[in-house]
């Protein structure tokens, strides 16, 4: 069976392109493509949200304000998601928009998936895991710690990187149990112990949710360079918020040094081949 352009892709490709209107379309094509993945993840084509994901980590300009706004139209398109039709026409829509964002940044590629550090990361923290038990990071030493930030309501990043670290850790196999996965929640108001518990279990039941006082998250945040605020609706509910935050994960030695930040949709196979020759570096 043949497979034909979408019309939308032909559209692109025939349309002229300068520089100045790459500038311009820019912001519009991570929007765009940012609304489709919010109508992937509703309609679970999980593995169409991943090419669009994956497509802005190898074609946008790493920002702030890029990461912002694919993450703002992914949460209003997932709450609010169209009818979902036929898979075909998503994938085409999809594929339409990466399109767009190659051209928008043309000299936007990442050679190196691994986000650059250009400041300390203190790896230091106190918590509390999701049975009770006060932890810290000298708890797990002698095992690398692989962790990461988010809360259990997060429509599409966190469910993303624990599926991803689940998966990370299976690539391992009998290597992952030098490995220890954690999950810091930066929603410690509404993310309890039993919940926390429930949630990385759905993913994989080595997984261990910590939490603590706002206060301890934020510190622990703030050790990491890992940036999180509550985004509220103007007149909405105190309760109903959602929590814009930092993506990636961060691995730690066996000693507690950093070792690696990875960042968010980096692909499985690469993650567990850097991790992998981490684990083998070090007997």
Do not use: W
């Amino acid at each position: 069976m043949k497979r034909f352009l979408p019309l939308m892709l032909l559209a692109a490709l025939a349309a002229p392109f300068t520089a100045a209107a790459a500038e311009a379309d820019g912001p519009a094509a991570v929007a765009k493509l940012g609304r489709l993945n919010g109508q992937a993840l509703a309609c679970r084509q999980m593995d169409l949200s991943a090419q669009a994901k994956s497509a802005l980590v190898a074609l946008a300009p790493k920002t702030r304000e890029i990461g912002e706004r694919f993450e703002a139209e992914t949460n209003r398109s997932f709450l609010s998601p169209a009818p979902c039709g036929a898979r075909q026409r998503l994938a085409g829509e999809i594929d339409g928009a990466v399109l767009e964002l190659r051209l928008a940044y043309p000299s936007a590629r990442h050679t190196d998936a691994e986000a650059p550090v250009t400041t300390e990361i203190v790896t230091r923290y106190l918590l509390a895991d999701h049975h009770g038990r006060t932890v810290t990071d000298q708890d797990f030493r002698g095992r690398f710690q692989l962790l990461t930030f988010g809360y259990t309501s997060c429509p599409d990043v966190c469910p993303t990187t624990l599926a991803e670290m689940a998966a990370v850790l299976k690539e391992l196999g009998d290597s992952a149990r030098r490995l220890q996965p954690l999950f810091i929640t930066v929603d410690p108001e509404r993310d309890t112990p039993a919940l926390l518990k429930e949630y990385t279990a759905t993913f994989d039941a080595r997984i261990l949710g910590l939490s603590g006082s706002p206060e301890l998250v934020r510190g622990v945040a703030d050790n990491f360079k890992v940036r999180f605020e509550k985004v509220r609706e103007a007149g909405a509910p105190a309760e109903r918020y959602t929590v814009d935050h930092s993506a990636g994960m961060f691995l730690l030695g066996p000693d507690g040094r950093f070792l690696a930040r990875f960042p968010y949709a980096m692909p499985v196979q690469e993650l567990s081949r850097r991790i992998g020759d981490y684990l083998k570096s070090t007997p």
